[in-house]
């Protein structure tokens, strides 16, 4: 039995191919799991108690404000 096989030759190129669109696709899901993560925490800390979060250092007022600030001034810190 023979077996056409032209689409074969062009293989690696395919292949290469999904690379290109997978990159971006990976950084994306893996900050949005750190975000989701992150909203997590908050979320969960501003559900402490008060003598809890004073234990650690934290102000209820903190935590609202973190919430509050955009993306893009958090990563300044």
Avoid: C, Y
């Avoid at 908050?42 to 600030?69: C, H, K, N, V, Y």
């Amino acid at each position: 039995m023979l077996v056409n096989l032209p689409m074969l030759v062009n293989l690696p190129m395919l292949v290469n191919l999904p690379l290109v669109a997978v990159g971006p696709l990976a950084d994306w899901v893996r900050h949005r799991a750190e975000q989701k993560a992150l909203m997590k925490a908050t979320d969960e800390l501003s559900e402490s108690p008060d003598d809890m979060l004073s234990d650690i250092g934290i102000s209820r007022d903190d935590i609202t404000t973190f919430a509050f600030r955009s993306p893009a001034s958090r990563r300044r810190g």
